[in-house]
């Protein structure tokens, strides 16, 4: 089983400020399949990045992903208000699927 | 637009069963799978499995191999999870998830979750 170690735990930013989250896998991920969600207090996961860099459906462009192998990095440009949440990494180059532990992006 | 629309809360007493319900709409179910993850309170995702609505072929993640059971109804649409022998760390909020067809992989769109609880 691929282990993924997100970091920091928490990011303690201000907003306008770019926020750089890291997502370490324990053995190279199979086709750079990793992909970044976002969630919100009391909501689903949204999808943001898929491929290591594709960014999802309606995702802003102040998103972006970056990374292969085992690195693998999640950039927040200008951080908005409604980006301090918790972002999670997940592999799905192969089975089991995994998820980091996450990283609380809160406000400064 | 793509829906996942899930059945509702559930308590359990432990050694139970649980069935939850995920109702897709806004494009061709048979042309994706569908992924079950779940969320513990206050802790992270755990990808439980994944159900081809093509065929029905199906992945569980190996610590719960021989209690979930992963199926879908073509003619409504509709994926489900069963879960058995419910323990008290099998509470969680369940979400389905749209995702491959052949092979799993992203979850593009999820449900708003079910809230299965288990307790005596």
């Known amino acids: 089983e691929i282990v993924l170690t997100q970091s920091p735990g928490t990011l303690s930013l201000s907003p306008g400020e770019r926020a750089t989250l890291s997502c370490r896998a324990s053995q190279s991920v199979s086709s750079n399949f990793l992909a970044w969600y976002q969630q919100k207090p009391g909501q689903a996961p949204r999808l943001l990045i898929y491929?290591?860099?594709n960014r999802a459906t309606g995702i802003p462009d102040r998103f972006s992903g970056s990374g292969s192998a085992t690195d693998f990095t999640l950039t927040i440009s200008r951080l908005e208000p409604e980006d301090f949440v918790v972002y999670y990494c997940q592999q799905y180059g192969s089975s089991p699927l995994t998820f980091g532990g996450g990283t609380k992006v809160e406000i400064k | 637009q793509v829906h996942l629309v899930q059945s509702g809360g559930e308590v359990k007493k432990p050694g139970a069963s649980v069935k939850v319900s995920c109702k897709a709409s806004?494009?061709?179910?048979?042309?994706?799978?569908v992924n079950w993850v779940r969320q513990a309170p206050g802790q992270g995702l755990e990808w439980m499995g994944w159900i081809s609505a093509y065929n029905g072929n199906t992945k569980y993640a190996q610590r719960l191999q021989g209690r979930v059971t992963m199926t879908t109804d073509t003619s409504t649409s509709t994926a489900y999870m069963e879960l058995r022998s419910l323990r008290s760390d099998d509470t969680a909020v369940y979400y389905c998830?749209?995702?491959?067809?052949?092979?799993?992989?992203?979850?593009?769109?999820w449900g708003l979750g079910t809230l299965v609880t288990v307790s005596s």
């Open positions: 806004g494009y061709t179910f048979t042309n994706y799978g």
């Open positions: 998830t749209r995702g491959g067809l052949g092979t799993v992989t992203h979850s593009d769109y």
């Open positions: 491929g290591a860099s």
